[in-house]
């Protein structure tokens, strides 16, 4: 297994960004329903997850601060060539969740 990481900026306080990942987590299980599961628990500003998918899992711990959220996690042998792309995926997500506004 390889770690993957990735670290986003915002502006939002810990408190508004959980809230906010927490939010598209739940759409996302409402989106793919059957596709995959996710077990996860929040623990102050930090969560612990295991995602499985299509016969493959992965572990991670994302952390809220009032000025970033970072995300780290293995990820198996069979998705190592994908590594960079995982993480750009990511790290544009989180973005995309994470802008200021509402």
Known sequence: MKELGVKVSH??????AKRR??????ELQKEFKGKFTLDSLWEDD????????AGIKMRGLLKVS???VSLVGTLPFALTPFRGKIES??????EKILVEGD
């Open 66 to 68: 009032d000025a970033s």
């Open 46 to 53: 930090s969560l612990k997850f295991q995602l499985k998918a």
């Open 89 to 94: 995926t990511l790290k544009a997500e989180l």
């Open 11 to 16: 502006c939002l306080g810990s408190d508004r």
């Open 21 to 26: 990942l927490a939010k598209k987590i739940e």
